[in-house]
């Protein structure tokens, strides 16, 4: 793994090269994204972190869904040499700043811009949204002044040649207040331009650097070592001064046995922190993955109806507005957090909610285009053995051709994958187990189709079993991704419906 950084001078014109950290298992979300979303090159990962290219300026950087944080790469390299002593350890942690200078002011003059860019960016759109609520504000006193002078025209006639007058007068004095105001705001701005782009004298820079150790080097060395070591440093050869509680650049260093990471955080609040989220339930960025890998087209049918307080529904209508949109769920209190979350967001009118149980569905069969799904790992809400009608149900509503998304505990995806027992379906009469057949026939890491799945003696009775099988026997694995919860795992599986049910 060599050094990845760009070119001195190179601004986000030529592109700029960023790192994102993402949750374990959720990096080929992410490596799509970064290319649908910003035409990302360059692309590639390692566990937990995906790197890329890419000219996008911060308003598209802030829009990725999938990524926990974002950060603008300094450089990126081998893991430092773990079996020398300590001394020459804390050697090599000053080296990455000694001994390429050059990508580290790199790196802060692409910052600077983007930083530079975006405030820019931001008074623009304040000032036209100002100037947007002075016209509106202009017409309302226009109006209500014109219908002022018809009722006094009723009143008195003779007094309305004063009245024009006097109003046209006024107008005149207020657009010429206007055209001052605007010349003094773009003054002002140019100032505010001026006084950022002093400030942002390197000389001038406040910083604090932020460790992760792990492997060898963590336990080695603490991450405060580590980072006093580097601290010192950046001082040293930039003159920098360290501040621990208001810095305006805040440097991130992640070293262990695989490589070394050094990047400065865009944003101080995380990427997957949703602001329009008012109580958290599922991960966001698992959330919006899921939604991702449903494909949603417009003028589709979504239904998640096992929606708790509504994540998967919020992603989804936040990326693909134009959906109609059903949560279902059994819990009065889940309900009630999911339409609290969509008041919050503003999605009342996008996402219809019912309270209904996910193995009586109200819908016709074959009604549904989309279900997307947050299967109950069994810590809160116990399913036991019911996971195999809830999956009926599903498969019930959803139409042929249609998606299936679940995040399914390890324990559920087990069950599921098994075919130890039996390759025989569920109904047939010579079955000796709950779940026989059925469970391979769901397999999401099989890639090929569905008579390859199944063991050759089911091939040969499929036609006789055919219309007597468990409705899963429409349901043909697609992809499986193995993701990390904090605490435990989890698969997002997809499967898609290949054939009527007949139910």
Known sequence: MSEVRGEPGSGTEA?????????????PFLMREVRARLAATEVEYISGKVFFTTCSDLNMLKKLKS???????????????????????????????????????????????????????EKLSQRDDNQLKR?????????????????????????DCQLEKQIEEETLEQRDFTTKSENFQEEEFR????????????????????????GTIGKAFTAQEVGRVIGIAI???????????????????????????VGIPMFRVPLASRAYIKTAGLRSTIAWAMASLADIKAGAFVLDPMCGLGTILLEAAKEWPDVYYVGADVSDSQLLGTWDNLKAAGLEDKIELLKVSVIEL???????????????????????????????????????????VLLLSEDHHRRLTDCKESSIPLNSKDSHTDEPGIKKCLSPEEKTGASKIVSTSFEA??????DRMSPFGSLVPVECYKVSLGKTDAFICKYEKSHSSGL
């Open 135 to 159: 016209k509106v504000g202009e017409n309302e006193i226009i109006i209500a002044k014109k219908l002022k002078i018809e009722q006094m025209q009723k009143i008195e006639e003779n007094r």
């Open 191 to 214: 100032n505010d331009i001026e006084k950022a782009i002093d400030t942002h004298n390197q000389k001038d820079l406040t910083f604090r650097v932020s460790c992760r150790c792990s």
């Open 235 to 261: 001082i040293k050869h930039f003159g920098w001064k360290a501040d621990l509680r208001n810095p305006k650049l805040e440097i991130f260093i992640h070293l262990n046995d695989v490589y070394s990471v």
């Open 461 to 466: 009775r499929n036609h006789e079993f055919l």
């Open 67 to 121: 990524a926990e944080r974002l950060f603008l790469l300094i450089k990126k390299q081998f893991p430092l040499i773990s079996s020398v002593s300590k001394g020459k350890l804390l050697n090599e942690m000053q080296r990455l700043i000694n001994e390429d200078p050059g990508s580290w002011l790199n790196a802060i003059s692409i910052w600077k811009n983007l930083l530079e860019l975006d405030a820019k960016k």
């Open 362 to 404: 109200p819908l016709p069969s074959e009604s549904v285009d989309i279900i997307i799904s947050d299967i109950p790992f069994g810590k809160k809400f116990k399913l036991g053995k019911d996971i195999k009608s809830i999956l009926q149900e599903m498969e019930r509503v959803l139409h042929v051709g249609g998606t299936i």
């Open 15 to 27: 592109g700029a090269r960023f790192f994102c950290t993402a949750g374990r298992g959720l990096e």
